[in-house]
């Protein structure tokens, strides 16, 4: 199992309090499509990805989706629980299998409560997550889904290990929120381009620079996600 400092939070703790915090960490495995938080429930759960992607999920009435965030090892699976009290309004789920620490939130509630460097890393992170889920959601109303496509890929990639992304045009229409022929018609044109190549449900991308030419502006605001 991973080293609970490949997550950049965790890292960045002294030792001190590291030594005393990961007696709190219980390693996990994160499956493809598993939910790990569940939009309006109480979450007793949160997650420090030490390697593989977790998406944030705005859920509809009518059951369709569309992502607003995403989360690899440099964050925590479950801030707006956390702040909401246990409770969001969006879907925490696998996009990118891999390995977390998982801590109970009573445990994280009395780490936060000493006020001390996790707190502060935590405060640092939310005020990332929250620009990077507005930026994302102005994204989605301004923006073609061609170049959305090339941003989401990129964000993908940038917390990914691995150079080839699992990826279904089923699940990348629903995290776009835009029906699959579209999205398919959308793949199909960047291949060609030569700059990805898609073959079933895997995604390498093999021009990263001609990529991110076709994103739209968005990416260069969210690509330094960065913040210890």
């Known amino acids: 199992m991973d080293d609970p400092r490949n997550n950049h939070i965790i890292a960045a703790l ?24 569940a939009a309006n429930q109480k979450s007793e759960y949160l997650y420090f990805p030490t390697e593989g992607v977790v998406s944030l999920m705005s859920v509809m009435g009518d059951g369709s989706t569309t992502e607003i965030g995403l989360i690899g090892k440099e964050g925590m699976v479950g801030m707006l629980p956390f702040l ?16 977390a620490m998982r801590i109970e939130l009573q445990a994280l509630q009395a780490e936060w409560d000493r006020g001390q460097m996790l707190q502060k890393l935590l405060l640092r992170y939310t005020l990332k997550l929250f620009n ?21 890929l990129l964000m993908l990639d940038d917390r990914s290990d691995d150079s080839t992304l699992l990826m279904t045009q089923q699940l990348l229409a629903r995290m776009l929120g835009v029906r699959r022929t579209g999205v398919t018609e959308v793949a199909k044109e960047i291949q060609r381009q030569g700059i990805i190549d898609y073959h079933r449900g895997k995604i390498e991308i093999l021009d990263r620079d001609a990529l991110e030419t076709v994103a739209c502006e968005c990416y260069q605001v969210l690509k330094d996600w960065s913040f210890v």
């Open 14 to 37: 002294p030792q001190k309090e590291y030594q005393r915090f990961r007696d709190c960490l219980e390693p996990v495995q994160l499956s493809l499509n598993e939910i790990l938080i």
């Open 84 to 99: 909401g009290k246990g409770v969001s309004n969006s879907q925490s789920i696998v996009q990118g299998k891999g390995t």
């Open 132 to 152: 990077q889920v507005s930026q994302c959601a102005a994204c989605n109303n301004h923006h073609t889904v061609r170049q959305r496509t090339a941003r989401w």
